[in-house]
Every structure is written in structure tokens, then in C-alpha cells.
């Protein structure tokens, strides 16, 4: 079946715009993670849902950032007044803890370049 | 708080040769851990866990507590096993991985 998709795959804005990334995860998965992948950092963890409720929002840099899913189904990444250093490839991951797999599916990731 | 570090940034070797990416992890409970691979191009994928115990593409991966150490290993690199490799804990209860930095792994004919 289909796997997790993200949109757009590229993006690139102006300091001090807003955007919004977008994520698709597998149908029935009813977690759903943002990581943020930037060069010197890694990997970081953003945000977890479980269903459309965020249990884990430890990981969000600044109230800057901000996520919603809605229908248990997709998830809205929104960075407002985009700074250089949000510059990195946002991963969205899925996974459906209830089977007892704690396996993560992650996109292909939007690259976000802050010009 | 947990935390998971790979010493290494890159690993080169040559095909045949064998391989042993570190992980050590620092964290007080139980975790799990991981080991996620990315091929060039190509998306994040998890290679192999610890509690399944398995052998995947050749690679293994023991936990060791004493050491908090779960380091990766082949014992005949090949070609096509040159990816970033990215050790990964998650924490009791819980479902969110901590990664480590990434260990980009290169294997030379």
C-alpha cells in the first residue's frame, strides 16, 4: 500500500514568512511523529499525535512552531515567521502502536530552505 | 534525560572488510533500541531492533546493559551497505525515538 507522504518536497520562503508542511501518514495509523533532520543536529523529535491529540509536544523549538491532525489522519506542520536556522528537512513519521509494533514509517521529508 | 551518542561521523572501509558502527545510550529505565538506515535518495528505514534479535542484510546488533552500548555490526562490508546509519532509543512507555547524530558509512571497492 501506500506509504507516508509529505508535501511539498521542496520549499523555499522568505525569513519572516509563515508555511505550512503537510503529512499523509499510512491509512490506519493512528500515531503520527515530526522529526526535523538538519546538518550538526541530527535527527531531532518535534511533536507526537495519537489520534488528533498531542500527547508529546516537548520537542517544538519555540512557539514559533505549531502542529495540528485532524480526522486521525493528516497532520499540518505550521512555522510562523520563518528565522535561517529553521533551515532542515522535516521528517513525518507513522505507526500503529495498537499491533504492539512500534516500528516508525517515515516520508521522503520537505526540505525547508530560509532565505 | 536520555540520550543517545554515535562517536564515529563517518566510517570508511573497504568491501569485505568488516564493520562495527558504535552506539552507546545513557538513559536510567529500560529502552528499546534501533537501528533506522537511509540509502542514498532514499527515505529513512528501520534496519533492525533489538528485541527482535534478528540478523538483517547481514548486519546484527547486541544490547549490551553493563556497556549501555548497542553497537552494529557486519563482518563482510559490501558496496551497497554504504547509507547514514542512525542509532535510535525509545524509552519505556513511551513511543518517541531519541537519535543519535548519524554515522555515515562508506564502502569502497
Known amino acids: 500500500g501506500a506509504g507516508v507522504s509529505q508535501s511539498p518536497s521542496n520549499k523555499v520562503t522568505e525569513k519572516g514568512k509563515d508555511v505550512e508542511l503537510r503529512c499523509d501518514p499510512i491509512?490506519?495509523?493512528?500515531?503520527l511523529y515530526w522529526y526535523r533532520q538538519s546538518l550538526g543536529q541530527g535527527l531531532e523529535f518535534l511533536i507526537y499525535f495519537q489520534g488528533n491529540s498531542a500527547p508529546d509536544k516537548s520537542g517544538l523549538p519555540s512557539d514559533r512552531f505549531s502542529a495540528e491532525r485532524t480526522g486521525g489522519s493528516v497532520s499540518t506542520l505550521t512555522i510562523q515567521r520563518t528565522q535561517q536556522e529553521d533551515s532542515a528537512v522535516y521528517l513525518c513519521?507513522?505507526?500503529?502502536?495498537?499491533?504492539?509494533?512500534?516500528?516508525?514509517?517515515f516520508g521522503p521529508g520537505t526540505r525547508l530552505t530560509v532565505t | 534525560a536520555q540520550r543517545v551518542t554515535q562517536p564515529e561521523k563517518l566510517l570508511s572501509v573497504f568491501k569485505g572488510a568488516p564493520v562495527e558502527l558504535k552506539c552507546n545510550y545513557s538513559?536510567?529505565?529500560?529502552?528499546?533500541l534501533f537501528w533506522y538506515v537511509q540509502y542514498s535518495r532514499q527515505r529513512l528505514q528501520l534496519l533492525l531492533r533489538?528485541?527482535s534479535r534478528e540478523s538483517i542484510k547481514g548486519f546484527t546488533a547486541d544490547l549490551n546493559k553493563g556497556e549501555t552500548s548497542f553497537h552494529l555490526k557486519k563482518p563482510f562490508a559490501q558496496e551497497e551497505d554504504s547509507a547514514m546509519y542512525y542509532c535510535a532509543l525509545v524509552r519505556s512507555g513511551y513511543s518517541t525515538l531519541t537519535f543519535g547524530k548519524g554515522t555515515m558509512l562508506l564502502v569502497s571497492p
Open positions: 491509512s490506519g495509523h493512528t500515531a
Open positions: 538513559y536510567s529505565g529500560s529502552p528499546e
Open positions: 513519521a507513522s505507526s500503529s502502536p495498537g499491533t504492539g509494533s512500534y516500528e516508525q514509517y
Open positions: 533489538h528485541i
